[in-house]
């Protein structure tokens, strides 16, 4: 669904990521681990569109054979894409509510996208008057995370993106949310999660990990690997 | 239609009094005020107000006869009013609608109820001639003619504006609106308007102004007075849209008396430059005011708009709010005055000011002023200036929200904590205007 190739991409003249390719299957899931600054939050970035990512020429992400590199994010977000902010932003005044009722303005009335979001908050137990509340405005780690899990239901992507959506979360409501993802994600989803949480990864259940290490594609491999990883650490790799 | 030469004269200035057929009084107001216009100097201190050329504008034109009923209100006007909701609003909200077309009062029904209740709601010049006491009791004692150029010019020239009386103990639970705009090129805008809030009562005031766009400069300039009596509560909510070639240039006042409550809700979007300090003198003890404001300067645009607290008893209490947005080169200006006078003890003010830049081409500048002479005041300042960030733009984005529709979300996210305070129709109309802005380049 996904087809990365040959991707080399630089911020502000740094070059992050270097020449990796990899085919994303749909209804897949994967792991994407790494050591801190090895490029993992750039990759996401770059498949999302970040407008201060710079691409190589050579350098394609093909979306169903369409090529996307040149799309703004929000293009790429209206094909299907979808990416869960390892710092969710803080809006004031814009509740969770209104950032939803503009993102889906054409396919939902305000009124069923209420009920649904209730519903959804329920699964995730944030307490309702957080819906209320400008996003993630004094929210704690976990009641961020748990929004941006409401918001990838929400959307309904194609292909989700997940930084770290474990870090900042307490061990009951990581459980929570994975279980909330594979619940309720269609099963035509493929997802993508960072992390370097193998307890994570035991809820999320991917079926590929991909590893990348200064910039990278250096290893993919069945859990096993992320197992050899929790114990040897990546510098063998 | 009537109007008169274009430019500005003794004579004109009477020949007004005499169109309106007006009491001698009112006449020699005029033109003891003209007077004062004459001699007093243009503001230095503020906007650019160099391009104002009083001899190029009509100062009285009527455009309809009076009517007191939707219907027979002119085709074009109900078409403009029907493209900014204003049928709506009025179905729900309306208790008594006071329509400005031009410089006259077109529409102006009041329900069966305010009547009971002795509550007087009409245009100005109508009070003038059915209740001249209580005009000539207020008229000009907040803001005489005197305090400054555009003051005088009002009290020279006005035209229309509304007259509200609220008896003692009366709650006029429905916002009582008026809608005005101007319309024909060139042609300024005087409208006067008195409020009268006896003992124990209470109202909301609300005036929405929408204008279609001209390619030559005019001129509003409007005065507002309003009188709020022991125990009684009055909020006054504007939401101005002038076409970007007008000079808006309104002087509003209120006088809060020994625990009255006074709040100002004012959103300035349209106007090229606006000059608007909303006052409230607290003259009794306990009295309460308040300002909660939203200023939005897009390209061309200066809104240099504040408020002004005079804290002149014992235990009273001022707040102020406002909220300026600045894009495509526009520059918004916080401009206040918090007075705490010698004797004014426990007296509580604060004020916030905050800002949002949508790009580096915009300008913002707060120029508070605080004279504190008691020293049991109790006085807070914040101000902030924040500039949109692209990371919220794509975090947005990346839920699918392009930059134009973001950029709106984030604003009305901003303004959020002055719009709820605005009855519904007129905050979704204000978000509307928001997001439509946004779109412009």
Redesign the interface.
Same mark, same amino acid.
């Given at each position: 669904m996904i087809s990365i190739k040959n991707l080399s991409v630089s911020i502000e003249g740094k070059k992050i990521l270097n020449d990796i390719s990899f085919d994303f299957k749909t209804g897949k899931t994967y792991a994407l681990m790494g050591p801190n600054g090895s490029g993992k939050s750039t990759f996401a970035s770059a498949i999302?569109?970040?407008?201060?990512i710079s691409y190589s020429s050579a350098s394609k992400i093909l979306f169903d054979k369409r090529n996307i590199k040149n799309l703004?994010?929000?293009k790429r977000?209206?094909l299907g894409?979808?990416?869960s902010?390892q710092t969710?932003?803080e809006?004031?005044?814009?509740s969770v509510f209104?950032?939803?009722r503009?993102?889906l303005e054409k396919k939902i009335t305000p009124i069923a996208l209420r009920e649904k979001i209730k519903v959804y908050a329920a699964e995730l137990h944030i307490k309702e008057e957080l819906l209320k509340r400008?996003l993630n405005d004094g929210f704690s780690g976990g009641e961020k995370k748990k929004l941006e899990a409401l918001?990838a239901v929400m959307?309904t992507p194609r292909f989700a993106l997940f930084d770290e959506i474990d870090t900042g979360v307490d061990t009951d409501a990581i459980k929570i949310i994975a279980r909330f993802l594979k619940k309720y994600l269609s099963p035509k989803t493929t997802s993508v999660f960072i992390t370097h949480s193998t307890r994570f990864m035991r809820y999320t259940q991917p079926q590929e990990v991909l590893v990348i290490k200064d910039g990278r594609l250096v290893k993919t491999g069945k859990d096993t690997l992320a197992k050899k990883i929790e114990r040897d650490g990546f510098k063998n790799l | 239609m009537i109007q008169t030469k274009i430019g500005l004269n003794k004579k004109i200035v009477a020949e007004i009094s005499r169109i309106k057929n007006e009491p001698e009084w009112m006449r020699e107001f005029r033109i003891r005020a003209y007077d004062i216009f004459q001699k007093k100097p243009m503001p230095s201190w503020g906007a650019d107000l160099s391009k104002i050329d009083f001899n190029s504008i009509t100062y009285y034109l009527k455009a309809a006869d009076k009517s007191t009923t939707w219907q027979s209100l002119p085709q074009e006007i109900k078409e403009t009013y029907d493209r900014i909701g204003v049928p709506e609003a009025e179905k729900k909200f309306l208790a008594g609608v006071s329509a400005q077309y031009e410089s006259e009062a077109v529409y102006n029904s009041i329900k069966r109820e305010l009547n009971k209740q002795g509550v007087i709601f009409c245009d100005m010049d109508t009070a003038v001639k059915k209740y001249p006491q209580l005009v000539q009791k207020y008229l000009g004692t907040l803001v005489p003619f005197h305090d400054n150029k555009f003051s005088a010019l009002n009290s020279a020239v006005w035209s229309g504006g509304s007259f509200l009386y609220i008896p003692r103990g009366v709650k006029v639970k429905l916002p009582l609106q008026a809608y005005f705009r101007i319309n024909t090129k060139s042609f300024g805008q005087f409208e006067r308007t008195l409020i009268i809030a006896e003992e124990g009562s209470f109202a909301h005031y609300l005036e929405g102004c929408t204008a279609p766009i001209y390619k030559e400069q005019s001129l509003h300039a409007a005065v507002v007075e309003i009188f709020v009596k022991k125990n009684a509560h009055v909020r006054y909510t504007t939401v101005q849209n002038w076409s970007k070639n007008i000079y808006n240039l309104v002087t509003k006042r209120a006088r809060a008396d020994e625990n009255a409550v006074m709040e100002w809700v004012d959103c300035n979007i349209g106007s090229g430059v606006t000059m608007k300090y909303p006052a409230v003198y607290l003259a009794g003890r306990g009295a309460t005011g308040t300002m909660l404001s939203i200023a939005y300067a897009g390209k061309n645009q200066h809104q240099d708009a504040g408020a002004k607290m005079l804290h002149l008893a014992p235990d009273t209490t001022s707040r102020v709010i406002a909220k300026s947005v600045a894009k495509s080169g526009g520059r918004a200006t916080y401009r206040g005055l918090v007075n705490i006078s010698p004797g004014a003890i426990n007296a509580k003010a604060s004020v916030t000011c905050d800002t949002l830049l949508l790009d580096g081409k915009s300008r913002s500048d707060t120029y508070p002023v605080m004279n504190i002479k008691e020293e049991s005041a109790i006085f807070e300042h914040e101000a902030s200036v924040e500039k949109i960030?692209?990371?919220?733009l794509?975090? #947005?984005?990346?839920? $699918?929200?392009?930059?134009e529709?973001?950029l709106g #979300?984030?604003v009305? $996210?901003?303004?959020?904590?002055v719009a709820k305070k605005i009855p519904l129709e007129y905050s979704i109309e204000l978000s509307r205007l928001i997001n439509m802005e946004m779109e412009k380049i």
């Amino acid at each position: 669904m996904i087809s990365i190739k040959n991707l080399s991409v630089s911020i502000e003249g740094k070059k992050i990521l270097n020449d990796i390719s990899f085919d994303f299957k749909t209804g897949k899931t994967y792991a994407l681990m790494g050591p801190n600054g090895s490029g993992k939050s750039t990759f996401a970035s770059a498949i999302m569109g970040h407008p201060d990512i710079s691409y190589s020429s050579a350098s394609k992400i093909l979306f169903d054979k369409r090529n996307i590199k040149n799309l703004s994010a929000d293009k790429r977000a209206n094909l299907g894409i979808f990416l869960s902010f390892q710092t969710p932003l803080e809006l004031p005044g814009v509740s969770v509510f209104a950032l939803l009722r503009l993102a889906l303005e054409k396919k939902i009335t305000p009124i069923a996208l209420r009920e649904k979001i209730k519903v959804y908050a329920a699964e995730l137990h944030i307490k309702e008057e957080l819906l209320k509340r400008s996003l993630n405005d004094g929210f704690s780690g976990g009641e961020k995370k748990k929004l941006e899990a409401l918001q990838a239901v929400m959307l309904t992507p194609r292909f989700a993106l997940f930084d770290e959506i474990d870090t900042g979360v307490d061990t009951d409501a990581i459980k929570i949310i994975a279980r909330f993802l594979k619940k309720y994600l269609s099963p035509k989803t493929t997802s993508v999660f960072i992390t370097h949480s193998t307890r994570f990864m035991r809820y999320t259940q991917p079926q590929e990990v991909l590893v990348i290490k200064d910039g990278r594609l250096v290893k993919t491999g069945k859990d096993t690997l992320a197992k050899k990883i929790e114990r040897d650490g990546f510098k063998n790799l | 239609m009537i109007q008169t030469k274009i430019g500005l004269n003794k004579k004109i200035v009477a020949e007004i009094s005499r169109i309106k057929n007006e009491p001698e009084w009112m006449r020699e107001f005029r033109i003891r005020a003209y007077d004062i216009f004459q001699k007093k100097p243009m503001p230095s201190w503020g906007a650019d107000l160099s391009k104002i050329d009083f001899n190029s504008i009509t100062y009285y034109l009527k455009a309809a006869d009076k009517s007191t009923t939707w219907q027979s209100l002119p085709q074009e006007i109900k078409e403009t009013y029907d493209r900014i909701g204003v049928p709506e609003a009025e179905k729900k909200f309306l208790a008594g609608v006071s329509a400005q077309y031009e410089s006259e009062a077109v529409y102006n029904s009041i329900k069966r109820e305010l009547n009971k209740q002795g509550v007087i709601f009409c245009d100005m010049d109508t009070a003038v001639k059915k209740y001249p006491q209580l005009v000539q009791k207020y008229l000009g004692t907040l803001v005489p003619f005197h305090d400054n150029k555009f003051s005088a010019l009002n009290s020279a020239v006005w035209s229309g504006g509304s007259f509200l009386y609220i008896p003692r103990g009366v709650k006029v639970k429905l916002p009582l609106q008026a809608y005005f705009r101007i319309n024909t090129k060139s042609f300024g805008q005087f409208e006067r308007t008195l409020i009268i809030a006896e003992e124990g009562s209470f109202a909301h005031y609300l005036e929405g102004c929408t204008a279609p766009i001209y390619k030559e400069q005019s001129l509003h300039a409007a005065v507002v007075e309003i009188f709020v009596k022991k125990n009684a509560h009055v909020r006054y909510t504007t939401v101005q849209n002038w076409s970007k070639n007008i000079y808006n240039l309104v002087t509003k006042r209120a006088r809060a008396d020994e625990n009255a409550v006074m709040e100002w809700v004012d959103c300035n979007i349209g106007s090229g430059v606006t000059m608007k300090y909303p006052a409230v003198y607290l003259a009794g003890r306990g009295a309460t005011g308040t300002m909660l404001s939203i200023a939005y300067a897009g390209k061309n645009q200066h809104q240099d708009a504040g408020a002004k607290m005079l804290h002149l008893a014992p235990d009273t209490t001022s707040r102020v709010i406002a909220k300026s947005v600045a894009k495509s080169g526009g520059r918004a200006t916080y401009r206040g005055l918090v007075n705490i006078s010698p004797g004014a003890i426990n007296a509580k003010a604060s004020v916030t000011c905050d800002t949002l830049l949508l790009d580096g081409k915009s300008r913002s500048d707060t120029y508070p002023v605080m004279n504190i002479k008691e020293e049991s005041a109790i006085f807070e300042h914040e101000a902030s200036v924040e500039k949109i960030s692209e990371e919220k733009l794509f975090y #947005l984005a990346a839920r $699918g929200i392009p930059k134009e529709d973001a950029l709106g #979300l984030l604003v009305n $996210g901003f303004i959020d904590p002055v719009a709820k305070k605005i009855p519904l129709e007129y905050s979704i109309e204000l978000s509307r205007l928001i997001n439509m802005e946004m779109e412009k380049i």
